[in-house]
């Protein structure tokens, strides 16, 4: 069965330090992976997909993510936080093939705290 | 462009009292459909998604139902609300299975 770890429940970074959320995935075949933004409140914004295609995703607002099949992850990036990066990210997969009917996976999130 | 939309946004019901919270989606035919509740410290839960009209699938037994009359409208009802179904309610959308979702904003319930 599918299954995402999100390695830290919260990460505090320095605004225009990098920043780093950690995200490990479990799947029987070759998934889909994505990130997603929650700022308080309000819904959830994509941020970025895997799809097979290209393992070095970037996505909006300067972020990027990398698939490594080897070690299973999907961690996250950004070169400088700004404060308006402060919200929670999930780290989802998805496996067409694996038992879930294709439906989303979701990890636990990770509150993403920036200091001025 | 598509677009998802919930309603109410904030919404506080008595223990007891009905629910029904409504999704619509515009600029897309036939979409997936997919209610999910986020309770505070819980993370994201499936309720319920739908592949097509009259089509509900249900993730988790309990005292809410799902209907889909339209095609890009999607209901969330309730007969009897519990305290226990005080959360974050969001309403999302997917061209197909095992695609992105897209999320609406999200209707606020508190159950007093």
């Known amino acids: 069965a599918q299954s995402v770890t999100q390695l830290d429940s919260h990460v505090s970074v320095s605004e225009g330090t990098p920043v780093l959320l950690r995200c490990n995935y479990s799947?029987?075949?070759?998934?889909?992976l994505f990130w997603y933004v929650q700022h308080p409140n309000k819904g959830l914004q994509l941020l970025l997909k895997y799809t097979s295609a290209a393992t070095l995703v970037k996505g909006i607002n300067g972020f990027e993510a990398e698939f490594k099949k080897s070690e299973t992850s999907f961690h996250l990036t950004k070169p400088s936080a700004h404060m308006s990066d402060a919200a929670e990210y999930f780290c989802?997969?998805?496996?067409?093939?694996?038992?879930?009917?294709?439906?989303?996976?979701f990890g636990k999130g990770t509150k993403l705290s920036v200091k001025p | 462009s598509q677009t998802i939309h919930q309603w109410p946004a904030t919404l506080v019901q008595p223990v007891g009292s009905p629910l029904s919270l409504e999704c619509t989606v515009e600029g897309t035919s036939n979409p997936n459909l997919y209610w999910y509740r986020q309770a505070a410290g819980r993370g994201l839960q499936l309720l319920f998604y739908s592949v097509g009209i009259g089509q509900i699938s249900s993730e988790v037994p309990q005292n809410l139902s799902a209907s889909r009359p339209q095609d890009r409208q999607f209901i969330l009802s309730s007969k009897k609300l519990l305290l226990s179904d005080s959360g974050f309610y969001l309403c999302?959308?997917?061209?197909?299975?095992?695609?992105?979702?897209?999320f609406g904003p999200g209707t606020r319930l508190t159950v007093t």
């Open positions: 989802v997969v998805s496996d067409l093939y694996g038992g879930s009917q294709g439906n989303l996976i």
């Open positions: 799947s029987s075949y070759s998934p889909s």
């Open positions: 999302a959308w997917s061209p197909r299975q095992g695609l992105e979702q897209y």
